[in-house]
C-alpha cells in the first residue's frame, strides 16, 4: 500500500501547499465510497473521514504519500440535502482547483458501480476532458454485484471512455473485499512518480479467482 499521512485542509486556492510537484485528486458522488477508498489504498482506517451522512468533506484535504507528492480529496459532489450555496461553494473550490492546478497529474473518480454514469458524471468527465489529462474510475462497492454484473458494467464505462475519446481506463473495486487494490496503487505510483512496491511471487495485480472469500462476487478487472 502507499503510506499516507495527513498534510493540511485547504478553504481557498491561496493555502494551496507551494511544496507540491504532484497531486492526484479523488472525486465522486457523495457516499460512491471515496473516503473508504482513499482510506484503503493508504492503508489506513480513518485517513480520510468515513461517514453515513454524504457532504462531509468541504475543502480540500491533503494527504501526503512522498516529498512533494499528495492525494488530495475533493469534496464530493450531488448530495441534495445540502444548502444550496454551501453545494457552489464546495463545487467552486473544487473546479477552480481542478482547472486551474499545474501539479495535478491525474483524477481518479470513484463511481458506485450499482449506479455508474449518472448525470452529474458525465457532466464531470465531459468538463474534465477539457484539461486534456488522464482519469482513471474506480467502480466502487463491486462486491455488491455478482461476477458478471460487474463485468458487463466495467465494460460498458470503459466503452463510454472510448467513445467521448477520455484518456484514462476504469477498473472494478472493492474497499470492503480488497478488489482491485494493486491496479488502483499502480496508476497512483505512476502518475506520481514514487517507486513501484514490488509485487509477491505469483502476484500479478489482478484478484484472486480462487479466494474463497470473493466467492462468485466481482473482482476482475477483464475487458
Given at each position: 500500500?502507499?503510506?499516507?499521512?495527513?498534510?493540511?485542509?485547504?478553504?481557498?486556492?491561496?493555502?494551496?501547499?507551494?511544496?507540491?510537484?504532484?497531486?492526484?485528486?479523488?472525486?465522486?458522488?457523495?457516499?460512491?465510497?471515496?473516503?473508504?477508498?482513499?482510506?484503503?489504498?493508504?492503508?489506513?482506517?480513518?485517513?480520510?473521514?468515513?461517514?453515513?451522512?454524504?457532504?462531509?468533506?468541504?475543502?480540500?484535504?491533503?494527504?501526503?504519500?512522498?516529498?512533494?507528492?499528495?492525494?488530495?480529496?475533493?469534496?464530493?459532489?450531488?448530495?441534495?440535502?445540502?444548502?444550496?450555496?454551501?453545494?457552489?461553494?464546495?463545487?467552486?473550490?473544487?473546479?477552480?482547483?481542478?482547472?486551474?492546478?499545474?501539479?495535478?497529474?491525474?483524477?481518479?473518480?470513484?463511481?458506485?458501480?450499482?449506479?455508474?454514469?449518472?448525470?452529474?458524471?458525465?457532466?464531470?468527465?465531459?468538463?474534465?476532458?477539457?484539461?486534456g489529462k488522464p482519469v482513471h474510475i474506480l467502480l466502487s462497492k463491486a462486491d455488491k454485484l455478482s461476477r458478471s454484473q460487474a463485468l458487463t458494467t466495467l465494460r460498458a464505462v470503459r466503452a463510454y471512455l472510448a467513445q467521448q475519446g477520455l484518456p484514462g481506463a476504469a477498473q472494478v473495486f472493492s474497499a470492503t473485499r480488497r478488489v482491485g487494490l494493486d491496479e488502483a496503487e499502480a496508476v497512483l505510483r505512476a502518475w506520481l512518480d514514487l517507486a513501484r512496491r514490488p509485487l509477491a511471487h505469483g502476484d500479478t495485480g489482478a484478484p484472486d479467482k480462487k479466494n474463497p472469500a470473493q466467492g462468485d462476487k466481482a473482482g476482475s478487472n477483464e475487458p
Open positions: 500500500m502507499i503510506n499516507a499521512t495527513f498534510h493540511v485542509t485547504v478553504a481557498s486556492l491561496a493555502g494551496l501547499p507551494q511544496e507540491s510537484e504532484a497531486e492526484v485528486a479523488f472525486v465522486g458522488r457523495s457516499n460512491a465510497g471515496k473516503s473508504s477508498a482513499i482510506n484503503v489504498l493508504a492503508n489506513q482506517k480513518r485517513l480520510a473521514y468515513v461517514s453515513k451522512t454524504p457532504g462531509r468533506t468541504q475543502h480540500l484535504n491533503y494527504f501526503r504519500v512522498g516529498p512533494g507528492r499528495f492525494l488530495v480529496d475533493l469534496p464530493g459532489y450531488g448530495y441534495a440535502r445540502a444548502p444550496l450555496a454551501q453545494q457552489r461553494a464546495w463545487q467552486s473550490l473544487a473546479g477552480d482547483y481542478l482547472v486551474s492546478r499545474t501539479a495535478l497529474r491525474g483524477l481518479i473518480l470513484i463511481m458506485d458501480i450499482r449506479h455508474p454514469l449518472t448525470d452529474l458524471d458525465r457532466q464531470l468527465l465531459d468538463w474534465w476532458r477539457q484539461t
